[in-house]
Each structure stands twice: as structure tokens, then as C-alpha cells.
């Protein structure tokens, strides 16, 4: 059968079948659906003011990278006059960031944004690989995600940047939407679709790929020849959040809109009024100054966990609870520096990129 | 950002712990002498103590909401007639079961003497029993009333009730349960995002033909596996209505109720998520709600089947509909039964945290297709995060043309315009006649709105790792990227 015509510019042949819509079209078109949408998400949800300092999180793999060219790319095209910065976390894996970051290293060329790299070895004193060696391979996510959560932080504060833009897609929502329900985390529920998340003293943190489905973005890449490093983990077969994927793979296949549908459907509801009253209330840590749920924030409770060789102190409240009971941490236990925001000006020299 | 994921990344459980199939010994937790004939999440149940709890499930899930105003009287009395939907499935099956025990047949085994109230009075003066037979739907599939009809038969208070799939487009069974006939018939265009609606004087009223025109018409799967429930749960409810029915009770267990949570959710049904364990449905034009009741949604499908084992019920094989399997709701069923399976927890924890959510905004229209609560700004959303049109912003919307998905909430909106990935793309219009209460709908008063247009008559053209992780890092080069995306391109669009 004789291509078509693309159904939006009705001109040029179609070359593509959009995932997100079903719809053939042009590559012309899909560079200005795609651009266009995540324009509307930004501009809907009043992401940036002008002079904003931004860090966009480059992990050197699809999302960041097609993320870096598209607020570039949006950035010049609509004005937003916001000053652009690459922040990329190195967990210290042997042979896992090295290729990566080097692709952040050549966006930070290309695209001429000053670029920071921030290791956990620098941060925590610990490398993943030190991690792993230490408590095994069996809940080191757990380890890895709370120390980038802080590190991304931590690494804004450092840069001076008012917001921190992260590549998660359309599928990671609704992925996570499916897992919270499925293992009760209505806290987490109940804020795993809003766009923007921002703690009391955290930096503004938000997701203009929200609506943005994975595959687009791969075609993206594809069509726009971006080349980026796969850094995909592979889970257990018990882990949640296989489950949750394996399954919103399943039921994309039956309908592509099932992934924007559940975003839709994490969109419409909240936790009922009666239900949030029984939430635990935001605290300062008291040990490193950053939003903890208890008087330590979880990447201190890991820390101190790693440090006294019980590892499994941030995994289990009972394990949290039994090293409470053995007493204070001595004196000489490595922390983390206390954790302060400096938005406007950084306190770290950054790595200019080449004129 | 494909991210590691990091399931635990703010604390949570990585991993989910298998645990033993029961908790301490193998007698009934209850009488603590017999040995256990049944494991419900965790706990062990002899045969004769089961049986009372079950019982007693079902009316803790009933009894609150029988009287209008629950602290005002403490005697137990509906305002209407009862109805219960039955499939022949294992769930209708004990529900009809438990409701005949608990409130229509001679009680003899409960003191307080021949002359006690509770003798004399029923809860509900009348009983009905729903067969909503969808035989039709399909030309080869069985007709299963005759043995539905002989199931309800051993429960001869309550009356048995025969509809059909196809009377939701028979004028006659509409104007039958009280609907006020339409004017025209509406047709909608399902190619046409939009909806586009149209009238027809001049069409076949075969209800079979229309409700089979319908079905096929439906872009998915998922959409003819959405769509059958849908015009079966409404079929009832105005049956109900015209019956004078105050409560209508489904056999939805907890595994179903998880099952159509979780099915709704991934359908966008996240703004009517309350209404799927708990609704309450006002007829236009009156004044009573009608409250329907799922009371085994805290019994598993497993406790269903014991019940139904136990007391020797009659359960109809369900027939499967042609095709079904890849849909949403099988791949849901499929998975949490799965999950149920290996983590009984999961299927109750699903609808502990679903009972905790509610819509974020009021609602003031409800859905001409489901009758449930719509969300406004639908339309907007679906404009802004999925370009459909170049001419955003630049055209006057086609307001001026009857359109129906503003009357439609988002998941039945999707259910009748969301395409597969496979197959061709319908280029053509295809006008499919309405459901008889949504073309009533679109010419009441409310939706006088939509001006049906002149033309009306002449249709427009138109790795699994075992306990392991294992970090990988490769490049991907332009070849993979294209293998990940190939089944959407059209044909070698290198560049």
C-alpha cells in the first residue's frame, strides 16, 4: 500500500505512525508535535520565569540527552531567558557512567551549557561499587535512589540553580502510578503525576517529559541522529516495579493511549481529606538540614547504616529501629555536609563549556 | 527516564517478600479445634466456620446502607425493592445465594418467636433477580438464559428478570422502562474524533443489527471488552429504576474489584475511581438515588468458590467473547489473578488504596455513555498533551457541528476513539447508532446545546536476573534505536 499523505501538514508523505496518537505523519510534524507539546506542558504549568537558573539531570541516556536538546532547543525558540546547566551524578559503578558521561561531556559542547559532575564518592564517601560489595546486589536500588535524589540536590545547591528538570518520561509516570497503587503508597500516590514536586527546602523539581511517551522520545533521538547510552537495570524478577513495567508494556500494546490514560487517571483523583490528615508531617533532618520523614533523612539513616555495618538500618523501619536501640552514632562517623540552598550563585566552581 | 527505577528510592520495599501460605497452625483460627478446610490471606477457616463469616462479610457490606438515614431508625427498611445482577458467574452466584438466606427465606433457626418482626417485615418488599443476556453481540455465541433462568430458578422469592444486550438500542424496551421516546435517530461518527453527531430519519431499527454495528465499529479490543459492561451495568440500572429498586447488589469480589480498578485506571477512569467500588446513581428526572452495593468486595474469588463448592450453587460457565485475551481488562485479569496467586496481600492492599482516593474537583454533568461523573476540561487536556491538529489556536473549534465527545467523560471518550497500534487506521466515516439513553440524553433539555446540523440526513463523506541486578551500558547506535521504533515507521525512513 502506497504511503499516505501526514494527516496534520496533509503535504508531505507520512514516515511514521505516532505511538502517542496512532496518527501518520510527517518528520516535520513530529518535530513540531513533540517540541510543542513539551512546550505546553511548560508553559501550562508555569514552570520557568525568565533569568531562571536550570540543571537539567543528564544521565548521558535517552530522556536526559533528548532532554538537553529539546530545552535548548524551546529555550531559544520561545524565550524563556532561562540559563541552562548540565548536572550529572556519577554513582561510581566501574564501567557504567564512564561511557555516559561522556555523552553528557559532548552535549556540554554541543549545546554549550556549563556541566557539573558530582560523585556520590564525593558526596557520601561511598561508591556504589563499595555499596554493592558491602550489602550485595539485593537492595542496593534502595541505596542508589536516595543518594541521587540528594546528590541531584545537593548538586543544584552547589550550581546555585533555582530548578532542576528531570528527563522521566510518560511511561516511568504511569509505571509509577500502577506500582504505588499496587503496593499501597498513597503518599506517594498522591503526588507521583503533579509535574512540579518542591519540599519546603528542596529545589523546585519538575518533569516536562511527563506526557511524553518513551518510544517518541527514542524516535526523537532517532530522527534528530542524537546518540545516547542505554543505562537500563535490570530487576529481579520480584521487584515491583518489573511487575508494573512488564505490565504497562503489555497494556500499551493493547492501546498505545493506556500510558496517558493512567496519567490522566493519576491526574484526577487525590487522597481523600480524611486520609491526608493521618500523613506524617515534613521535617528538617537533623543531622544534614535535608526533608526527612523521621529526625534522619533517609540517605543519613543509609549512611549510618553503611558506617556501623548494618545495612539494612534504612531499608526496614524495624532495622531503623534496632539501630536506635544500640545507641548513638560515635563521634566519628562519616556524614553528609550540611545541606544549604544558594540559589542565585554557585558555590562551586563549574566546568565552563568550550566556546 | 528510562531510571533504574529505584523502587525504594525513598524508602519503600524493594522487593516483595513471599510468605508462608499460612501464618501459625493449621486449625481455624476461629473454633481453634477443627482442622482448617480453606487459607484466607494467611488465616486458616474450618468449613463450618466459614461459612457464618462469609455471611456475616456480606451483610456488614449491605446493612449500613439499606436505610436512607442510617442513625435514624434502627430497624432495617429500604425505601425500594432490591435487584441483583447475575451473570452465572461465581460471584453473582453467591451473591444471590447470600441474599436469599440472609433476607428472603424462612428463618427458622433465629429466636425471638413466630411473631417477631423481623418475620413479618421484609428489608425489601420486592426481590429481582437481572439476567443480562449478551448472546447478541457476536452471530455464534451461546445463549445462556435457559441455565441462568434454572440457576435463579431455586430462589423463588425473587423474581427473575430477563434484558438484552440489544435493548439498549430498542425504542421499545425504552419506552418499556419508562424512557421518553427520541425524536430522531442519533448516529455518531467513530472515525472522527470530535464524535461527530448526526440524525437519520430513515434506518434500520433492528436492535441486533445496531448494537452489532456498534461493537464493530469500537477501534480496540479493549474497547468492545470496555463497552459490553458498560451498556450492561446501565441496562440495569434502568431496569432497576423502573422496577423501583433502592439497591442493586453485584457479586464483584475483591478480586474483581481490584481487577476493575486497576482495568479503569489504565483506561482513564481515575475521576470515577470512588464510584467503581461504591455508587450511587440518580435517574434523570428523579429524585431518589439508587445504590448499587458490591458486599463481597472484601471476599476474595477464592472465598467465592468455596461458597459456591460448599453449598452446591449452580455456577453458569461463562462464555468468552471471540477475541478477547489481548485486551486491557483480560491483561488486568491475568496479572492480578497472577499476583493473587503468589501475594494475596496485593489484590486487598489495590483496594485498600483505591478506597482512599477521591475525584480532585466536583462534578456537575454526568457521562451520556455511563452514566457516571464527568470531569471538565477534558476536551482542553487531550488538545494540549496529544496534538491531534495544526491548527491549534488558530481555528473557531467545530462547536458549530454536534459533537459528542463533550457529553462523553475521558474513558468512555477513549473507549470509542482510542486506536490500536495495529492495524489500519480508519480513514472512513462510519455512523453507528447511539445508545437509546444517550440519544435521549442529547435531545433533553440539558444538552439542547448541540444543534443537530441541516445536512443531517446526507452522512459527510469522510532478562530476567534472579535476585541479581545487573547494570548494563551500551551505546545505542541509529539500528537499534530504528529496531525500537520500527513498528512505527511506515517504511524505510532513514534519513
Redesign the interface.
Known amino acids: 500500500m502506497a504511503?499516505r499523505n501526514c494527516v496534520?501538514?496533509e503535504k508531505n508523505k507520512?514516515?511514521?505512525?505516532?505511538?502517542?496518537?496512532?496518527?501518520?505523519i510527517c518528520?516535520d510534524?513530529f518535530f513540531?508535535?513533540f517540541e510543542?507539546?513539551v512546550h505546553?506542558?511548560i508553559t501550562?504549568a508555569k514552570l520557568f520565569s525568565p533569568g531562571d537558573r536550570v540543571a537539567i539531570?543528564a544521565?548521558g541516556?535517552?530522556?536526559?540527552t533528548v532532554l538537553a536538546y529539546v530545552m535548548k532547543t524551546l529555550n531559544e525558540r520561545y524565550a524563556y531567558g532561562l540559563d541552562l546547566f548540565l548536572l550529572s551524578i556519577d554513582e561510581g559503578?566501574t564501567?557504567?557512567?564512564?561511557?555516559?558521561l561522556e555523552t553528557v561531556k559532548r552535549n556540554q559542547q554541543q549545546y554549550s551549557m556549563p556541566l557539573k559532575i558530582l560523585s556520590y564518592d564525593e558526596l557520601y564517601g561511598w561508591t556504589m561499587d563499595s555499596i554493592v560489595k558491602q550489602v550485595g546486589?539485593?537492595?542496593?536500588?534502595?541505596f542508589?535512589?536516595?543518594f541521587?535524589?540528594q546528590a541531584l540536590d545537593r548538586g543544584a545547591a552547589m550550581l546555585g540553580v533555582d530548578h532542576i528538570v528531570?528527563?522521566?518520561?510518560a511511561?516511568?509516570i504511569a509505571e509509577t502510578?500502577?506500582?504505588?497503587?499496587?503496593?499501597?503508597?498513597?503518599a506517594?500516590?498522591g503526588r507521583c503525576t503533579s509535574i512540579v514536586t518542591q519540599g519546603e527546602d528542596t529545589i523546585k523539581r519538575s518533569k516536562p517529559?511527563k506526557?511524553t511517551y518513551?518510544?517518541e522520545i527514542?524516535?526523537y533521538?532517532?530522527?534528530k541522529?542524537l546518540?545516547?547510552?542505554?543505562?537500563?537495570?535490570?530487576?529481579?524478577?520480584?521487584?515491583?516495579?518489573?511487575?508494573a513495567?512488564t505490565?504497562l508494556k503489555?497494556?500499551e500494546?493493547?492501546?498505545?493511549?493506556?500510558i496517558?490514560?493512567?496519567i490522566?487517571?493519576?491526574?484526577?483523583?487525590?487522597?481523600?481529606?480524611e486520609?491526608k490528615a493521618t500523613q506524617k508531617v515534613q521535617q528538617t533532618c537533623r543531622r544534614c538540614g535535608y526533608m526527612a520523614?523521621n529526625d534522619l533523612c533517609?540517605a543519613c539513616t543509609l549512611l549510618e547504616g553503611l558506617e556501623r555495618g548494618m545495612d539494612t538500618t534504612?531499608?526496614?523501619e524495624r532495622a531503623r529501629k534496632k539501630m536506635e536501640a544500640e545507641g548513638p552514632a560515635p563521634s566519628n562517623l562519616r556524614t553528609i555536609p550540611f545541606y544549604k540552598r544558594t540559589a542565585g550563585s554557585p558555590a562551586v566552581m563549574i566546568e565552563s563549556s568550550p566556546a | 527516564m528510562s531510571s533504574c527505577g529505584a523502587p525504594a528510592a525513598e524508602g519503600g520495599e524493594a522487593l516483595m517478600q513471599k510468605r508462608q501460605k499460612y501464618d501459625k497452625s493449621k486449625n481455624c483460627v476461629r473454633c481453634k479445634d477443627n482442622i482448617g478446610n480453606i487459607v484466607v490471606r494467611h488465616a486458616v477457616y474450618c468449613k463450618n466456620c466459614f461459612s457464618p463469616m462469609i455471611a456475616a462479610k456480606f451483610r456488614r457490606g449491605v446493612e449500613p446502607y439499606v436505610n436512607e438515614a442510617p442513625k435514624g431508625r434502627r430497624r432495617l427498611k429500604a425505601s425500594g425493592n432490591i435487584l441483583v445482577g447475575l451473570s452465572g458467574g461465581v460471584g453473582s452466584t453467591v451473591i444471590l445465594d447470600l441474599v436469599n438466606q440472609s433476607y428472603f427465606a424462612p428463618r427458622t433457626d433465629t429466636p425471638g418467636g413466630k411473631e417477631h418482626p423481623r418475620f413479618n417485615e421484609r428489608i425489601w418488599q420486592k426481590g429481582f433477580v437481572c439476567y443480562v443476556d449478551i448472546s447478541a453481540v457476536f452471530p455464534n455465541m451461546r445463549d445462556r438464559t435457559n441455565e441462568v433462568r434454572n440457576a435463579a430458578k431455586t430462589y423463588d422469592a425473587l423474581e427473575f428478570i430477563l434484558v438484552r444486550l440489544e435493548n439498549a438500542f430498542d425504542d421499545s424496551w425504552w419506552t418499556s422502562v419508562g424512557g421518553k421516546p427520541s425524536n430522531s435517530e442519533l448516529f455518531v461518527d467513530f472515525a472522527d474524533q470530535d464524535l461527530l453527531i448526526t440524525a437519520i430519519s430513515d434506518s434500520n431499527t433492528d436492535p441486533v443489527a445496531a448494537l452489532r454495528t456498534f461493537i464493530s465499529a469500537l477501534p480496540t479490543q479493549t474497547a468492545i471488552s470496555q463497552a459490553i459492561p458498560t451498556l450492561v451495568r446501565v441496562l440495569l440500572l434502568y431496569t432497576a429504576r423502573h422496577l423501583g429498586v433502592s439497591h442493586v447488589l453485584l457479586g464483584t469480589s475483591l478480586t474483581s474489584l481490584s481487577i476493575s480498578l486497576i482495568s479503569s485506571i489504565s483506561q482513564g477512569g481515575g475521576f470515577t475511581v470512588r464510584e467503581e467500588s461504591d455508587e450511587q446513581w440518580m435517574a434523570p428526572g428523579s429524585t431518589t438515588p439508587i445504590r448499587i452495593i458490591k458486599p463481597l468486595q472484601d471476599v476474595g474469588m477464592k472465598e467465592c468458590s468455596a461458597w459456591a463448592w460448599w453449598h452446591g450453587l449452580p455456577v453458569v460457565q461463562k462464555e468468552k467473547l471471540p477475541g478477547t485475551g489481548q485486551d486491557i481488562a483480560a491483561l488486568t485479569k491475568d496479572f492480578i489473578v497472577g499476583l493473587e496467586k503468589d501475594y494475596p496481600s496485593t489484590v486487598s492492599t489495590i483496594a485498600k488504596t483505591c478506597a482512599k482516593l477521591a475525584p480532585k474537583h466536583g462534578s456537575v454533568r454526568r457521562c451520556l455513555l455511563c452514566e457516571r461523573p464527568i470531569q471538565e476540561g477534558i476536551d482542553d487536556w487531550l488538545t494540549r498533551t496529544s496534538i491531534r491538529s495544526l491548527s491549534i489556536g488558530n481555528t473557531t473549534p467545530r462547536f458549530s457541528t454536534a459533537r459528542l465527545t463533550p457529553s462523553l467523560c475521558y474513558s468512555c471518550h477513549t473507549t470509542l476513539t482510542s486506536k490500536s497500534s495495529r492495524g489500519a487506521t480508519k480513514s472512513t466515516s462510519s455512523f453507528v447508532r447511539l445508545p437509546v439513553w444517550l440519544s435521549a440524553g442529547l435531545q433533553s433539555a440539558e444538552y439542547s446545546m448541540f444543534q443537530i446540523p441541516d445536512e443531517r440526513d446526507q452522512p459527510a463523506e469522510k532478562t530476567s536476573a534472579k535476585d541479581t541486578e545487573v547494570w548494563q551500558t551500551r551505546k545505542i547506535g541509529q539500528q537499534e534505536m530504528k529496531h525500537a521504533i520500527g513498528d512505527f515507521l511506515i517504511e524505510d525512513s532513514g534519513q
Request: hydrophobic share 30%; aromatic share 10%; glycine share 8%.
Open positions: 504511503p496534520l501538514c507520512a514516515m511514521l505512525k505516532r505511538p502517542k496518537t496512532g496518527q501518520q518528520k510534524c513540531y508535535v510543542t507539546e505546553n506542558t501550562d539531570g544521565s541516556g535517552k530522556d536526559s559503578i564501567g557504567y557512567r564512564d561511557d555516559s546486589r539485593k537492595n542496593n536500588c534502595t542508589c535512589g536516595v541521587r535524589r528531570t528527563g522521566h518520561n511511561d516511568d502510578v500502577l506500582m504505588n497503587i499496587m503496593r499501597g503508597d498513597i506517594r500516590l517529559f506526557y518513551e518510544k527514542v524516535m533521538a532517532y530522527f541522529k546518540d545516547y547510552f542505554s543505562t537500563e537495570c535490570i530487576y529481579s524478577p520480584d521487584a515491583y516495579r518489573g511487575h513495567r505490565f503489555n497494556l500494546a493493547a492501546r498505545p493511549s493506556a496517558i490514560d493512567i490522566h487517571s493519576g491526574e484526577a483523583f487525590e487522597i481523600r481529606e486520609v520523614s533517609k534504612g531499608i526496614t
